[in-house]
T-cell receptor, first 113, second 114 residues
Framework: DAKTTQPPSMDCAEGRAANLPCNHS???????VYWYRQIHSQGPQYIIHGLKNNETNEMASLIITEDRKSSTLILPHATLRDTAVYYC??????????????FGPGTSLSVIP | NAGVTQTPKFQVLKTGQSMTLQCAQDMNHNSMYWYRQDPGMGLRLIYYSASEGTTDKGEVPNGYNVSRLNKREFSLRLESAAPSQTSVYFCASSADFSSYNEQFFGPGTRLTVL
């Protein structure tokens, strides 16, 4: 699986958009970009995933560059409850046998009142 | 719809004691997973069950056993606890194995082995 690079920490003012970047320059053509987050003391939570088109759901938007070497997760109106560690993962979406899900250090997002 | 539930939330064991961590999901998912999370190590897969009736080892299975009791329930057993098993344990499920990236996680069990 391609390696990802994320900034270790970010701050965002409450009510503003939080833009979390992720670099994945070695991504292959059939690998998807997945985002999870982990709020303190809770289990990881799936947010969104995409291949090459921008994606949006009720939680966030995912913008993937045309060359697919980087992406940005956007939380449109950050709240205090969005304070969490955000993980960007690149991997195949389908496999017949398990390949461990690797959560790197991620980005620790602090939403400030 | 509670999602994925785990019991207990906290547990303290002495070295050599045994215990079973319980996990249940009410989303009619076929696949279930057990992870441990340690500082600086990320999430590591212990065992998984791709479908009812099957279980397979993950990255760190030593010292653990699992049982897929039925479609809803997947338990993790520590036969003889060791201090190295002090960790936070997460259970997760996915609709099926082909969607394993879209896993739903439980709240975790914090285990301390003295």
């Amino acid at each position: 699986d391609a390696k990802t690079t994320q900034p270790p920490s970010m701050d965002c003012a409450e009510g503003r958009a939080a833009n979390l970047p992720c670099n994945h320059s070695t991504i292959s053509g059939n690998e998807y970009v997945y985002w999870y987050r982990q709020i303190h003391s809770q289990g990881p939570q799936y947010i969104i995933h995409g291949l090459k088109n921008n994606e949006t759901n009720e939680m966030a938007s995912l913008i993937i560059t045309e060359d697919r070497k980087s992406s940005t997760l956007i939380l449109p109106h950050a709240t205090l409850r969005d304070t969490a560690v955000y993980y960007c993962i690149v991997r195949l979406t389908f496999k017949t046998s398990y390949d461990k899900v690797i959560f790197g250090p991620g980005t620790s997002l602090s939403v400030i009142p | 719809n509670a999602g994925v539930t785990q019991t207990p939330k906290f547990q303290v064991l002495k070295t050599g004691q045994s215990m079973t961590l319980q996990c249940a999901q009410d989303m009619n998912h076929n696949s279930m997973y057990w992870y441990r999370q340690d500082p600086g190590m990320g999430l590591r897969l212990i065992y998984y069950s791709a479908s009812e009736g099957t279980t397979d080892k993950g990255e760190v299975p030593n010292g653990y056993n699992v049982s897929r009791l039925n479609k809803r329930e997947f338990s993790l057993r520590l036969e003889s606890a060791a201090p190295s098993q002090t960790s936070v344990y997460f259970c997760a499920s996915s609709a099926d194995f082909s969607s394993y990236n879209e896993q739903f996680f439980g709240p975790g069990t914090r285990l301390t082995v003295l």
